[in-house]
């Protein structure tokens, strides 16, 4: 985002406030960070650990996007992290972060892709019904990592830059711990106890011959708001 002293930045999905606090740090005493989101319970966290931190710069508040309760060009940066992949509309979301963003401000979003999930298992049809029962499941988005840079140039944005960081799982009980274990509880609806239980056979042979293989890649897009909105 660019993030300067005196700036005033957006969260969008704040969550417990584990990035509003730096970024209110970093802004110093000039500078303004708030912090929205659907969960009224985690909004009580981040206000109570803002509050224990001294920070009086940081406001956390509900809203639900595509609404956002802000005036046009409100803030100099706005970001949104592991967000998208849960609206039922992302693209009207991003226009809704770009509009409260003054112009030469950056929005910057950071989404898995759900849709390079990827578990070695030795049985490529059984991989893909599996993965992506459960994806199907658990996000409305699973494809919007690979959406967003179009998403950006859609909505004006301009000097774009897109970085790629893949997720690597070491070990069967951290792909468990992160990403398998609610997978799997979705798909088993879908594919059937019989084939879960051979799936997850593969797996625990894959992690007790040392080649369990897991992962799947996040897309960081930044994009910066024109001078001239045209």
Not at 13 to 24: I, V, Y
Request: glycine share 12%.
């Amino acid at each position: 985002m660019g993030a300067r002293e005196g700036a005033v930045l957006l969260d969008a999905g704040c969550g417990s406030g584990e990035d509003t606090l730096p970024l209110a740090a970093r802004g110093g005493p000039r500078g303004r960070v708030v912090g929205i989101d659907v969960d009224r319970g985690l909004l009580r966290v981040a206000s109570e650990r803002a509050a224990e931190a001294g920070l009086r710069n940081v406001e956390h508040r509900y809203a639900q996007l595509p609404k956002c309760p802000f005036r046009d060009a409100t803030f100099d940066g706005v970001r949104s992290e592991r967000v998208f992949q849960h609206l039922a509309r992302p693209f009207e979301s991003l226009l809704a972060l770009a509009r409260v963003t003054k112009p030469g401000g950056r929005v910057v979003v950071l989404e898995p892709d759900w849709a390079s999930l990827y578990v070695d298992a030795g049985d490529r049809a059984l991989e893909r019904k599996v993965l992506q029962a459960g994806v199907d499941f658990a996000v409305n988005q699973g494809d919007i990592g690979r959406r967003l840079p179009g998403y950006f140039v859609r909505a004006g944005l301009v000097e774009l830059a897109v970085q790629l960081h893949p997720i690597r799982y070491p070990s069967l009980a951290s792909a468990d711990h992160y990403i398998l274990s609610g997978f799997e509880a979705a798909a088993r609806r879908r594919v059937g106890a019989r084939a879960m239980a051979r799936w997850r056979r593969a797996l625990e042979t894959a992690e007790a011959e040392g080649r369990f293989f897991a992962g799947f890649t996040y897309v960081l897009v930044s994009g910066q708001v024109p001078a001239s909105r045209g």
